[in-house]
């Protein structure tokens, strides 16, 4: 079956714009969880969803934000780019409690 | 706030030696899991380890969790060039999964 999709793959984008970034995950699961993955900082939890709700959100600014549809396909906006948001970003998605997460390809994010 | 701790940050090993990846945890835990990161890709999940004591084994990797210590470990047999790769530990606690700052292992023939 498919794995979790993300899209675009790449973006650049300059400072101030805000951008959108999107994931599908695996057919029936309805956990997506996001994380933002740098080489200062590694990896960092962004938010996690189960069937549209925000259960838990790291320490990013409100300039993050994100939401789930009722297909539990997932979005990610962060608005007024700042160099500094130049990472990976990574979706993940399980089935249920005890499961494995499966991460998609990324979202590799570039501020000019 | 939990934190994980993971070490070593980087390992060259021989082909054919073994050696240990730990990782340390400051809280309670629901659930450890381990993964590798080849450079340029994404994550793919080698473990989970749900309770006390749980060992669990593919190929050439085993992992262990002991949650009295909050220590999880990955033992690597007889290292293989294709291990060569970073490895992350992340402990899951309130939905969220904290990392560890990842183990870049080489393997050297």
């Known amino acids: 079956k498919a794995g979790v999709t993300q899209t675009p793959r790449y973006l650049i984008k300059t400072r101030g714009q805000q951008v959108t970034l999107s994931c599908s995950p695996i057919?029936?699961?309805?956990?997506v969880s996001w994380y933002q993955q740098t080489p200062g900082q590694g990896l960092q939890f962004l938010f996690e969803?189960?069937?549209?709700?925000?259960?838990n959100k790291g320490n990013f600014p409100g300039r993050f934000s994100g939401r789930q549809f009722s297909n539990s396909r997932s979005e990610m906006n962060v608005s007024t780019l700042e160099l500094g948001d130049s990472a990976l970003y990574l979706c993940?998605?399980?089935?249920?409690?005890?499961?494995?997460?499966?991460f998609g390809s990324g979202t590799q994010l570039s501020v000019l | 706030e939990l934190k994980v701790e993971q070490n070593p940050l980087f390992l060259s090993m021989q082909e054919g030696k073994n050696y240990t990846i730990y990782c340390n945890y400051s809280?309670?835990?629901?659930?450890l899991y381990w993964y590798r990161q080849d450079p340029g890709k994404s994550l793919e999940s080698l473990f989970v380890?749900?309770?006390?004591?749980a060992v669990k084994q593919e190929g050439r990797l085993m992992a262990s969790l002991d949650t009295k210590a909050r220590l999880s470990t990955l033992h690597i047999t007889a290292a293989v060039h294709d291990l060569s790769a970073t490895y992350f530990c992340?402990?899951?606690?309130?939905?969220?999964?904290?990392f560890g700052t990842g183990t870049r292992l080489t393997i050297i023939p």
């Open positions: 969803y189960f069937s549209e709700t925000q259960r």
């Open positions: 809280t309670t835990s629901d659930r």
């Open positions: 992340a402990a899951y606690l309130n939905e969220k999964l904290t």
């Open positions: 380890l749900l309770s006390n004591g």
């Open positions: 993940a998605s399980s089935w249920a409690e005890n499961e494995k997460l499966f």
């Open positions: 057919s029936g699961h309805r956990s």
